[in-house]
């Protein structure tokens, strides 16, 4: 299949990739499934009213990838799909997703995720946003469920590149016995954007472990607000922490929330708002670096 130039520069956004890669693949384009490849360890199969796909994980996958991104370049559309993927017990995988919006006036994705994940499973998943052109109400709004079932590992990577005028990003969880969710997220926004986050976690097992680490940057007049709650059920441990630098007249508001609701939970929260401080930008500067250049590779090296 030929990709053109918009969606091969969405896709090397979200994906790090040219073309659609080999292995197991759903490719989605403006609402309309194009690609859908699986093997022999992940199968793939699109929903009957072409709303999403079911994606199964079997047990003899082994470090294998998945590939699932979404484009919107067509102008004043909004995509909604529903994708489920269930992981079978010992599974180990890798999944990328993400979404990418190309719209000179309104264009945007909604994604729900849900995810059943087994016992003794290793989930890495991978979710990219970002939104390019000259439009002003790109909108994409994640939605994750996920259910974690004894001794498995859930890593998730949640990113917005940049772009994206409004965004309400939703990620639920519960965690069984001995299950772990490491969760990071980068965030930048800029002009007028809005971004919204909220992670809930519930540590309904014994030993279960949760981990939150949200960086983020707000520049020009945008307005990001970070929500997190923590219920710990059991013998748990959970930590949020939460970073935001802000630039010009932009705005963070952080609310980490703890709960627990067993004596033997432990659960820790910790957030910092400020600006870059002056020394790191004139120590760059004596390097040679102009006062813009320096603040922006500040602002690299806290996001990566």
């Known amino acids: 299949m030929k990709l053109d130039k918009i969606s091969q520069n969405l896709l090397e956004k979200i994906a790090k990739i040219h073309e659609i890669p080999n292995g197991a693949v759903s490719f989605r384009r403006n ?12 199968e793939i199969v699109r929903k009957e009213d072409g709303s999403g796909i079911n994606i199964f994980v079997h047990s003899s996958c082994k470090n294998e990838s998945c590939h699932i991104p979404v484009v919107v370049s067509e102008e004043d559309f909004f995509d909604l799909v529903y994708n489920d993927f269930y992981i079978e017990d010992g599974a180990s995988v890798t999944i990328v997703a993400g979404c990418g919006v190309h719209s000179n006036g309104s264009g945007g994705h909604d994604g729900i995720h849900t995810f059943h994940i087994g016992k003794n499973a290793v989930v890495n998943y991978i979710e990219n946003h970002i939104a390019i052109g000259n439009g002003s109400h790109k909108v994409l709004n994640p939605t994750t469920n996920i259910t974690i079932g004894e ?9 917005q590149l940049g772009g994206v005028d409004y965004s309400n990003r939703i990620t639920k969880a519960t965690l069984k016995e001995n299950a772990t969710i490491n969760i990071t997220e980068k965030i930048l926004t800029n002009k007028f954007n809005v971004a919204k986050t909220d992670f809930k976690v519930h540590l309904i097992g014994k030993n279960s472990k949760c981990n939150i680490v949200s960086r ?22 959970g930590h949020v922490e939460c970073d935001g630098i802000v630039l010009d007249r932009a705005q963070i508001s952080s609310v980490p929330r703890v ?13 910092a708002i400020g600006k870059i401080a002056s020394e790191q930008i004139i120590k760059l500067m004596t390097l040679g670096l102009s006062e813009k250049e320096a603040e922006n590779k500040i602002i690299e090296c806290f996001l990566k």
């Open 216 to 237: 983020s940057v707000a520049r020009d007049e945008s307005e990001q607000v970070f929500k997190s709650t923590i219920i710990g059920k059991n013998e748990c441990f």
């Open 151 to 159: 001794n498995s590992v859930m890593n998730m990577e949640t990113n």
């Open 31 to 42: 609402g309309k499934g194009e690609i859908v490849r699986s093997t022999p360890s992940i």
């Open 259 to 271: 709960d627990a609701k067993s004596n033997l939970a432990s659960l820790s929260h910790e957030a």
